[in-house]
């Protein structure tokens, strides 16, 4: 199912990780989750009563964790070079593969999905200009980083030495939740998420959908802005 992927060299990298560095990646990016989901949250209050006890909030806990997982990048420049390696752009594998062609037949779908979604559901555009319009240039760019690296890297990984599968399923979901600002909009969300996810499984890297998220936030901030 996954032969036509080209992601082995950042798997192998990941792989290469500690266990310690690997737990740190998948706290940093179940904490940035967390962080997302409605204040009236069952699973978002527990958790903040549990930093609470820890004298910790979701805000302390995040940038203690990125301060650790830069660190992992700090000490490990090959890892960076793995991660954010030039993207190997091969349109031959995707034609040889028809699991790879099932998967762009399901991000059409989910294309369309979300357009329509765009068209008929108002909260999607405003969730959406709400979000651009309040973040500096500079904060999107950490942030489309920090969810690259989160969703594509962390949670992708930590469940793909399993399962290739779950991973896959693992990743979007949680995105999707991460931007669960209401039901369209955490939908709406799923398109991305698979289309971010399977960039990095056929260019073997995050630069392509870091490249592409960047874009689509540039965009929804000038859309937002009239221009």
Known sequence: MWDWTRDGDLKNAYGALSRF?????????????????????????????????????????????????????????????????????????????????????VLTVLGVYSAFLVYSCNEVVVSMGRTALSAKAVDRLFEALNEEVAFRLALFYAVSLISRS??????VFFFALAHGNNNCYAHNMLFAGVLYQFLVLWTGSLSAPLVLHLFANSMIYFLSKGF
Do not use: C, N
Request: proline share 2%.
């Open 21 to 105: 560095e690997k737990i740190l990646l998948f706290l940093w990016a179940s904490v940035l989750v967390l962080s997302r989901l409605a204040d009236d949250s069952q699973t978002y209050m527990f958790v903040g009563k549990v930093l609470g006890a820890a004298g910790l909030s979701y805000d302390t806990a995040f940038t203690f964790l990125s301060v650790l997982v830069l660190g992992i990048f700090l000490t490990r420049p090959d890892f960076i070079k793995t991660v954010f390696a030039r993207p190997r752009f091969d349109f031959k594998i995707l034609w040889s593969s028809w699991w790879a062609l099932a998967l762009v037949a």
């Open 166 to 171: 779950g991973g896959f399923i693992f990743s």
